[in-house]
């Protein structure tokens, strides 16, 4: 399954470290990869930043739209090369109603052993109606403070999940 710039399914965050020097490292041995599902690109860059100084990777996806311009492959096609290679899913569906209920079932049929962090307002929340099982909720607004007070608490060595896929059993550190 190939993308073409602008489908979901790439990483939109991609080229940011070249606009921000200071931003740190993003080491080669990163902490965690990270995907961020959220619309809003300004709040997704300040989550960038902060993952980036202590240490991880970030990759941001947009999610889908009410207007079906774009799609989540996850949920038409069942893979999403961003998800397969995440650590750690943080998923804010914003606005209520819409597709985002069934990426987050996506989430976690596909990709079981990946822990979801779910952030988001309570109207928004009332239509998910519950969290798949595996799945936590995280405060709203999801502040980079926040995120990186949730990955420490998933422990792990160095921050890392506890639940990490990468070389290891599922439910066992690598």
């Given amino acids: 399954m190939g993308t073409r710039p602008g489908e979901l399914g790439t990483d939109r965050a991609a080229w940011w470290e070249n606009l921000d020097g200071d931003a740190g490292s993003g080491s080669a041995d990163p ?3 990270v995907l961020v599902e959220m619309a809003d690109g300004a709040e997704a860059s300040a989550l960038w930043r902060d993952l980036r100084r202590n240490g991880h990777q970030m990759r941001w996806c947009p999610g889908p ?3 079906q311009e ?3 492959p996850l949920v038409t096609d069942g893979r999403c090369p961003l998800a397969a290679d995440a650590d750690v899913i943080v998923c804010s569906p914003d606005p209520p109603g819409g597709p985002w209920p069934a990426v987050i079932q996506a989430h976690a ?3 079981p052993h990946i822990p979801v962090l779910v952030s988001a307002p309570p109207a928004v929340l ?3 109606r519950a969290l798949p099982r595996g799945q936590r909720l ?3 607004p999801l502040t980079g403070s926040a995120l990186l007070g949730a990955l420490q608490a998933a422990g792990g060595r160095a921050g890392r999940p506890s639940l990490l ?3 290891g059993t599922p ?3 690598s």
Avoid: E, I, K
């Fill in 138 to 140: 995280l405060r709203y």
């Fill in 70 to 72: 774009h799609t989540c």
């Fill in 165 to 167: 896929h990468r070389g």
């Fill in 126 to 128: 009332a239509h998910l």
């Fill in 65 to 67: 739209s009410y207007t």
């Fill in 171 to 173: 439910g066992r550190p």
């Fill in 109 to 111: 049929r596909t990709h």
């Fill in 31 to 33: 902490a965690a990869v």
